[in-house]
Every structure is written in C-alpha cells, then in structure tokens.
C-alpha cells in the first residue's frame, strides 16, 4: 500500500478549535487582590482593628441615615481585630497570663483611642495592644451611643 492508498483508507477526524478558549488562553490572567491586602498591616505591638459598623435599619423599623452610621462608627467602643503586628502581647513583664486578644476576635478600646485611618468604605484603627479593654463575644451586646 502507497502513501495515496493510505490516506484515502484513513479518518482525518477534525479538531474542534473553540475561540473562546483561545481567547482565554491569550489573555494574561489578571491579579485577583483580596481586600485584605489594601489594609495596612501594623507593625511591633500594634493592632488593626474594624470598628463596629451598627445596621441601617433598627429593631422599630427606623432608617438610619449615612451620616448618623459613620458618627456612629466614628465613636465607637467596639471593634473586630484584622490584623497584629509581630510584637504584639510578646512583652511577657506587661502580659505574663499571654495576649488579651486574637485576630477574629470582638475588643472593647476606649472611645479615643488609637490612630484613625480613612478607608473606603469607612474607617480603621490602628491600636496599641494595651489599648484593649474586654473581649466580648457579640457587639451587639454592647449599647453603642454617639
């Protein structure tokens, strides 16, 4: 058998080409920065900390305005830890039982206390670690005035 006989006995099956495969494959895969990453991290015994943000809407069905949830969150006394510096609860003379808090965790600091930094979105701080006062394990727990 020839090289023509061949080829004329066998099944060229055809490839499927997909362009939207090959459009994706070309595409360079872009980076994906998680909101975390836009924080700023703290640095020796420092902490981040979210403020406690209340809901638009209350028990009674009221709305709340923008304005009176950012003065709210402005003063607030309650916050979520994001982040710790690497220094933070390591002085074992000013924390012998060990840390006060962990990341995750709901912290009660005082009302001015800690460096305020704008974010989108609202507001961080960045608080010393014996600026902690309680644990708590609701925020809402807590009466949050202004």
């Known amino acids: 058998m020839n090289n023509a006989e061949q080829s004329s006995t066998s099944i060229e099956v ?9 459009k994706y494959k070309e595409e360079p895969v872009k980076e994906i920065t998680a909101e975390t ?11 981040l900390v ?7 809407k ?13 003065r709210q969150q402005v003063a607030s006394q309650c916050g979520n830890v994001l982040a710790m ?3 933070c609860y390591l002085d074992k003379n000013k924390f012998p039982h060990g840390p006060w ?10 009302r001015y206390a800690g460096s305020r930094i704008e974010i989108e ?3 961080v701080r960045l608080l010393n670690d ?9 925020p809402t727990d807590i009466l949050h005035k202004y």
């Open 101 to 110: 808090c962990k990341v995750k965790d709901w912290v009660v600091f005082a």
């Open 14 to 22: 055809p490839q499927i080409k997909s362009a939207l495969l090959d």
């Open 85 to 87: 510096g690497p220094d």
């Open 121 to 123: 979105g609202g507001e």
């Open 37 to 47: 990453t836009k924080l700023p991290m703290p640095t020796g015994w420092r902490m």
């Open 58 to 70: 209350t028990h009674g069905g009221i709305l709340m305005g923008q304005e009176t949830i950012d």
């Open 50 to 56: 979210l403020p406690f943000r209340m809901k638009e």
């Open 130 to 138: 014996d600026e902690i006062l309680a644990t708590v394990q609701d």
